[in-house]
Each structure stands twice: as structure tokens, then as C-alpha cells.
């Protein structure tokens, strides 16, 4: 998605123009075999947050997030060991959304969305070497899709919201669940791509 | 002049005439003494608790109390104070709390334990001006009753559970100096003060009243409270009154009693009152209220104090004896030789009854709930019975009671035994996933046994394959082929523990196998034997052949350089690794050995 694309989108989908924050829980699935063996499927979990700035149809934002996860070594021959290895992950990323908010002045409840980004992350994996701790760490770059449904909580609670509004600027709140996937750019090594559920909480202003 | 008699007691006359008295629940009275113990030189109060497993005497003579185990009949003797006066038990928690007046104001403190220990705790004191001539429990309150040097006699409270003085409408002055018994019926406190005089006292308020009607020539010296409306009282003088509490009317029931009645007491679901005279223990039947006389306990002598529990009563006399009195069967068990026992052993029994009839032997469990029947046959009275009782798994570690149940046309009596056993703690469970292995380690989860004295769980290891049945004791040491040094850990029962024996060789497999030792040393059977091979271990990075970002130089050939700051975070939050150990694991004892 170009710029021109974006700026495009923004003047042509903006009522209005604001900011939207973002608090996220992830759970991902992992790919790589590797950190599957030692921290399971559903791996390093944890939270992100993110800031956008567009309008009705369309936001451009960043994100951060950051997950840990406890496991355990693994033997040549592929047994589980009782040693511990730990894995840190922060990743960012820069992201598009666009929104399909059909319905004006906020009639609508349920708003669907695609979303679609460039970002990264660094990692670090650490593990007892009897006695040593042992620490290899790197990032990777990549790109990332994905899509969901965002839930407006006025619809749920029109006097909350109303009051919300009157006393610290929200214009909308949501709770939005999304589906998406990463990939990272890499020839070798760890595979850090991952797909992932997120579950996060955003307000408008 | 005797008051008008109910028409029930004329409907019993006749029925007696018929062989036969009316009772309210069909119990038996007592028909005998069963047992008489001679305590000292005087028991002047005694007191039943409310679930009947204890009871204890007040010797004042010797100032002590006797506390008596209902299922055993074996008593303990507890120093009090000195001139003690009045007692009363409540049961606590499988055991019971027992107060006894003292004449320096105290009130003196025994704890019984649920295994018949009976220690004395710290009295319950402030307050009180005089000596203690009386206590009393009720649900929340624990109340004495003081005679001071002048004036009136005064009830005091503390809280039952916090043992503080109740202050608020407390102490109650009452009308009377003199104290000669009491009694305690739902919220209401009776003291009779000898004479015809009888206080109540409104247990919630404190508030004191006397009685109104005046009944000369009377010396009222017990009480015993039907319920909070209906007192009956002992009169010294020969005849039984009752007072209607909510009228304050006082009214002679039986004028003819005997020369003097020292004690009363009722058990209204089994349908019988006892009075007890100079020279005996008179039983009536007890209806709605006292009938007809049915029974006199000749020979039971000089009891002033009456206390009961279901089919029991017993009676405490100035002489120093503790009379027991009931219509059941009377089981006299024979001591057992002093011992710790285990499964396999026998236990000699022998007892007599002293009516004859059936009689069982039964292990654990209580009256109410009683356990499994481990043998049982006829007895001929007074003819002692062997009984071999073996040690099985319905013994369990510790003491355990073994019942003698005896039949008889008034219902079942018994008694019980302590026998200590002393059984070796069950093969500690070693699931397959207990064990694991690290580089050049070994670690192995288990959850200890739950017996009751577990002391130690020892791990054994062994490179050479061993089995359970190659070791009925210890284990593979490094004094035999293969065996390493054993890691020896306390063990709390149930307790989750976590051995981790480093130094071993890789690739060498290692026999792991478990055993539980009880605190006098008895040791448990091996448990399964799991094998493990510690190998050296890798982080994913290292198996996924992923060197990382150099140091210095984050932006690599796949990295975009730009996230050197994110690779700088992730710098940041480098922690150390935990081993979990488990909950409230000490380090080994002993240190493992060296790896084979």
C-alpha cells in the first residue's frame, strides 16, 4: 500500500478524522519446529499495544508488543529434557487498516476490517549450559496480514458511550477480535513466522 | 402439702401394676452399678459432655479432676487449684474444655485432645472478687459464679472464644450469698442459693430475678433444667420441687422421696430421673415429667453429684468413688501388653460381661458410626473371653479403637481399646513422566505418600538395571556395581518433591527408584524402578543452527540494521533461568554421588 493510496483512502472515506489506541492480548501459533519442541505450540504469549491516526474507512498505525515464554531443551535424538530455555519476542510493526463502516454516524455495531503491515521483531533465546547461561539473540524483518471483526461498545451501552464522549473525548470504544499472520524475511535459522489471535480494546478519539 | 397429682402419674400407677411404665422413648433406666472407681477422698461434682465421649470428675479432696474417656473408661488425672468447686466440660473439636472453680477467683483450664491428653491451660481470671463456687458453659459463654467475702454472690462471663470477661451487663448480682448448685437451660442460668431460694439469670442481658413463692423448710442444693421453663431441684430435706421459670412458681413434687435427696438428674429421651439419696439412687420414670419410682440402686452411697448421657449415669460421692450406672451390658477389658503393632501382628483381647449375651469385636469407626466386625461370638457373664485379633489393612497408622459390643435386653454396651499401630509406609508412586533427564542430570518428580508419620523419601540410582524385589530393604548403593549415592530427602505427607542428582554421565542410562521411611524408621517397599538417560541438551536457536546477530552488529545479512534499538530491547530484558524445584523443597540431604 503506497502512500498515495493511503492518503487517497483518507480523504475519500473521512468523516472525520482522529485517533484510535489500541491494548491487545496475542496468543500465537508457531511454525518452526524447533521452537515448537521446546515451547509448544501456542508458544510465547503476551500483550501489544498500538496507535493509529486515519478516519472512518481507513487508519495507518504502529505497533509494540512484547511476549515471554519458558521450555525446555531438547536432546540430539529429539527427547525432552527437564533443562529450561527461555525466549523473549518484541515485535513491531508498522500496519493499514481498512474498515468497512458502512452505516453513518456510528449505526453500525459489527465493523469489519483487513489489516496489512511491514514490521519486525528481536528475539532472544536463553538456556543453562550447566552452570553458564547461554544467550543467542537477533531480529528479523517482515510483513504480516490479517483481518477481524471490531465490536462498537456503544451499541452495547449508548449511555456509557454518551457519557464517555461528554467527559474525556472518546468518540467510540471497541472490542476487536482479529486472525492474523506473520511471516519474516530469512533464509535460515529460527522461523519466527507465526499466525496468531488477538483480542484487543480500542477507543476512538 | 403435696400438690395435686398429674393424671398421667395415676394412668402409670396402673400401668406399673401391669408390669409395664410408660416412657417417653422406650430407654431402659439404670438397673445397677457397673463400675465404681475410687478417686480420692471426695468427688463433689461431675459433668457428662454433650456428645458423651467425655466426662470428668472433680476430686476436690485431692484437687484434681478426673477425665474419663466414655469409649475407653480410661481416665486421666489433671491437678487443678486448691479447694477447687464445680465443674463443667464442652466438647471442642474431637476433644474438650474443662473449667473448674477456684477458690483464689480463677477459674482453672484443662484441654482435652481428641486422644484423651489432658493437659491444664491458662485459667480465665479478671474481675472476680472471691472464690468460684460454680461454672457453666453455654454455646458462646463460659460463666462462674463467685461467692465474695461480703455481700452477694456474683455471675461472671467470658467469651467462649476469645476467653475475654463479658462486661457488658456483667457481673450479674444475684440475691444471695450462699451457691449451691446450677444449671443452664437455652438462654437462662439457674443458682440455687440452698433455702427455698432460687436465682435465674437472663443469660443475654444478665439480668438477675429471684424466685417469688415461698417454700419454707426446703434446702434446695441441685438443680437439674429440663428446659429453659422447668427446673427440677434436689431438696436436702427429702423432697423433689420443680420451678416453673416462666412463672417464678416453685411447687413440691415428691415430699416423700427419701430423708434427703443430695443430686438430681434427668435423661428425658431415654425416660428416666435419678435421684440420688444418703443411701441410694432412686430412678422414676420421666414422662412429660417425673413418674412413678422404678428402680432403687441399693448400695450407691453418699452421691451428691448426678451427671448422665444417654444410657449412663454417673454418680460422685462424698466418699471419693465415681459410680457408673446404666441397664446396658457392662464390657471390663483386660489391658494390653504396652507395644506398636503392624499389619500381620495380633492383638490378645480379653474381656467379661457382666450380663451375658452376644458380643462382637469391631475396628475404628465410632458408636455412631461404627466400623467393620472383626469377630464376634457368646459370652457367659463374668466368664473372661480371648479374643485373637490380627492387624489388617482396616487398622490405620496410629492409634486405633477396637470396640467390644455386648447385647443385652436393654440395648448394646461397650467399651474400647487403644492399639498403637505402626504401619510402613506404602511403595512411593513413580509414574513414567516422574522422570526425566538434562545434561549430565537427572530429575525426578514424585508426590509423597500421605501417612500421617512420613519422615524421609530416599532415591536410589543405578546403572545397572535393578528391580523392586532385588532390594525388600535400601537400595543400590555405590558399594554394589553400578549403585551411586542415595539422595535422602524429609517428606512432609502429600508433599510434592523434586530430586535433581547432577555430575552424571551422558548417554549412560541411569535406574531410579524410591522408598518412603516412617519416623520410627520403618521403611516402605521399593517402588517401581524407571530408567532415565541424561543426554546433552540444546536451546532451539543452537538445534536450528541459528547463530543470532553478532555482538556489535545487530543488522546482520538478514537483519535489517534499523532494529539494532529492538535487538537493544530484547538486551534489556535478559533474565536468568529458574529451576522449579517444587513446593518447600530443602536441598539434598545427603549429596548425590558422583556419576557412573
Redesign the interface.
Known amino acids: 500500500m503506497t502512500p498515495s493510496v493511503l492518503i487517497l483512502a483518507l480523504g475519500c472515506g473521512a468523516a472525520r478524522a482522529g485517533a484510535r489506541a489500541e491494548a491487545a492480548w496475542v496468543l500465537p501459533t508457531l511454525k518452526?519446529p524447533?521452537?515448537v519442541?521446546?515451547?509448544g505450540t501456542f508458544g510465547p504469549h503476551g500483550g501489544e499495544v498500538r496507535a493509529g491516526w486515519g478516519a472512518r474507512f481507513v487508519d495507518v498505525g504502529v505497533r509494540l508488543g512484547?511476549a515471554?515464554s519458558s521450555?525446555r531443551?531438547?536432546?540430539?535424538?529429539g527427547?525432552v529434557?527437564?533443562?529450561?530455555?527461555?525466549?523473549?519476542i518484541?515485535p513491531?510493526a508498522v500496519d493499514a487498516t481498512v474498515r468497512l463502516d458502512l452505516l453513518p454516524e456510528g449505526r453500525q455495531p459489527v465493523v469489519p476490517f483487513v489489516r496489512a503491515g511491514l514490521g519486525?521483531?528481536?528475539?532472544?533465546?536463553?538456556?543453562?549450559?550447566?552452570g553458564v547461561?547461554?544467550?543467542?539473540?537477533?531480529?528479523?524483518?517482515g510483513w504480516e496480514a490479517g483481518g477481524g471483526l471490531a465490536l462498537r461498545l456503544d451499541a452495547i451501552d449508548p449511555e456509557g458511550a454518551s457519557a464517555a464522549v461528554a467527559g474525556s473525548g472518546i468518540l467510540d470504544s471497541w472490542i476487536v477480535a482479529e486472525w492474523r499472520r506473520s511471516w519474516t524475511?530469512?533464509?535460515?535459522?529460527?522461523d519466527f513466522g507465526r499466525s496468531a489471535w488477538r483480542l484487543a480494546l480500542a477507543v476512538d478519539w | 402439702m403435696r400438690p395435686p397429682r398429674p393424671p398421667y402419674l395415676a394412668w402409670g400407677v396402673w400401668a406399673a401394676l401391669a408390669g409395664w411404665v410408660p416412657r417417653a422413648h422406650g430407654g431402659t433406666p439404670p438397673d445397677r452399678e457397673v463400675a465404681r472407681w475410687e478417686l480420692g477422698t471426695e468427688v463433689s461434682d461431675v459433668a457428662w459432655s454433650d456428645t458423651g465421649r467425655w466426662l470428668v470428675a472433680l476430686e476436690s479432696g485431692g484437687a484434681a479432676v478426673h477425665v474419663v474417656d466414655g469409649w475407653t473408661w480410661q481416665d486421666t488425672v489433671v491437678a487443678v487449684c486448691a479447694d477447687p468447686s464445680g465443674v463443667a466440660i464442652d466438647d471442642e473439636d474431637g476433644g474438650a474444655i474443662i473449667a473448674v472453680g477456684c477458690a483464689d477467683g480463677t477459674v482453672a483450664r484443662v484441654d482435652v485432645a481428641p486422644d484423651g491428653t489432658a493437659t491444664r491451660g491458662d485459667s480465665w481470671r479478671g474481675g472476680v472478687s472471691g472464690s468460684v463456687v460454680a461454672v457453666a458453659w453455654t454455646d458462646t459463654q463460659l460463666l462462674a459464679v463467685a461467692r465474695p467475702a461480703s455481700g452477694s454472690a456474683q455471675v461472671h462471663a467470658w467469651g467462649r472464644t476469645d476467653g475475654a470477661p463479658v462486661t457488658s451487663g456483667y457481673p450479674s448480682t444475684l440475691s444471695s450469698s450462699s451457691v449451691a448448685g446450677t444449671a443452664v437451660a437455652g438462654s437462662m442460668l439457674f443458682v440455687v442459693h440452698g433455702s427455698d431460694l432460687v436465682s435465674k439469670v437472663d443469660l443475654r442481658t444478665g439480668a438477675a430475678s429471684r424466685t417469688r413463692e415461698n417454700l419454707g423448710s426446703r434446702d434446695f442444693v441441685d438443680a437439674w433444667a429440663w428446659n429453659a421453663g422447668t427446673v427440677y431441684l434436689a431438696d436436702s430435706g427429702g423432697s423433689l420441687c420443680v420451678l416453673n421459670a416462666g412463672g417464678n412458681d416453685l411447687a413440691i413434687l415428691r415430699d416423700d422421696v427419701a430423708p434427703s435427696v443430695n443430686a438430681v438428674v434427668g435423661e428425658p429421651e431415654e425416660g428416666w430421673m435419678l435421684l440420688a439419696t444418703d443411701s441410694d439412687v432412686r430412678v422414676l420414670a420421666f414422662s412429660g415429667g417425673p413418674g412413678e419410682q422404678v428402680g432403687v440402686l441399693a448400695g450407691v452411697e453418699g452421691v451428691h453429684a448426678l451427671a448422665s448421657h444417654g444410657a449412663y449415669a454417673v454418680g460422685g460421692a462424698t466418699g471419693g468413688t465415681l459410680s457408673v450406672l446404666t441397664s446396658l451390658p457392662w464390657v471390663t477389658l483386660e489391658p494390653l501388653e504396652e507395644g506398636v503393632r503392624d499389619v500381620g501382628d495380633t492383638v490378645p483381647l480379653a474381656f467379661t460381661v457382666d450380663r451375658g449375651g452376644r458380643w462382637r469385636v469391631r475396628t475404628g469407626g465410632t458408636p455412631e458410626d461404627p466400623g467393620p466386625i472383626a469377630a464376634e461370638g457368646r459370652a457367659e457373664a463374668g466368664v473372661s473371653v480371648p479374643v485373637e485379633l490380627a492387624v489388617d489393612d482396616t487398622f490405620v497408622e496410629g492409634v486405633n479403637l477396637v470396640w467390644v459390643e455386648a447385647d443385652g435386653d436393654a440395648g448394646t454396651g461397650r467399651a474400647a481399646v487403644k492399639v498403637q499401630v505402626d504401619r510402613a509406609p506404602p511403595a512411593v508412586r513413580l509414574p513414567a513422566d516422574g522422570v526425566?533427564?538434562?545434561?549430565?542430570?537427572v530429575?525426578v518428580r514424585v508426590e509423597a505418600p500421605d501417612v500421617a508419620d512420613l519422615a524421609r523419601i530416599t532415591l536410589y540410582l543405578s546403572t545397572v538395571p535393578f528391580v523392586a524385589s532385588d532390594w525388600p530393604a535400601g537400595g543400590p548403593t555405590p558399594d554394589v556395581p553400578g549403585g551411586l549415592s542415595p539422595v535422602v530427602r524429609e517428606a512432609r505427607p502429600g508433599e510434592d518433591l523434586v530430586f535433581e542428582v547432577?555430575g552424571l554421565t551422558n548417554d549412560v542410562s541411569v535406574h531410579v527408584g524410591l522408598r518412603a521411611t516412617d519416623a520410627g524408621g520403618r521403611e516402605g517397599p521399593l517402588s517401581t524402578v524407571r530408567v532415565t538417560t541424561p543426554?546433552?541438551?540444546?536451546?532451539?536457536?543452537?538445534?536450528?543452527?541459528?547463530?543470532?546477530?553478532q555482538c556489535g552488529a545487530?543488522g546482520?545479512g538478514?537483519?535489517?540494521g534499523a532494529?539494532?534499538l529492538?535487538?537493544l530491547?530484547?538486551?534489556l530484558?535478559?533474565?536468568?533461568?529458574?529451576?522449579?524445584l517444587g513446593r518447600g523443597v530443602p536441598p539434598p540431604a545427603t549429596p548425590p554421588g558422583g556419576g557412573a
Do not use: Y
Not at chain 1, 73 to 77: E, G, I, L, N, Y
Not at chain 2, 436 to 441: A, E, K, Q, T, Y
Open positions: 518452526d524447533h521452537l519442541d521446546a515451547f512484547g515471554v521450555g531443551q531438547v536432546a540430539a535424538d527427547r529434557s527437564e533443562d529450561e530455555e527461555h525466549l523473549l518484541v513491531v519486525g521483531l528481536a528475539w532472544r533465546d536463553s538456556w543453562d549450559d550447566p547461561e547461554q544467550v543467542v539473540w537477533g531480529v528479523r524483518r524475511v530469512q533464509d535460515a535459522g529460527l | 526425566g533427564f538434562g545434561d549430565g542430570r530429575v547432577d543426554a546433552a541438551t540444546l536451546g532451539a536457536a543452537a538445534r536450528a543452527g541459528d547463530p543470532g546477530s545487530v546482520s538478514r537483519d535489517g532494529l539494532t529492538l535487538a530491547a530484547a538486551m530484558g535478559r533474565r536468568r533461568g529458574v529451576r522449579v
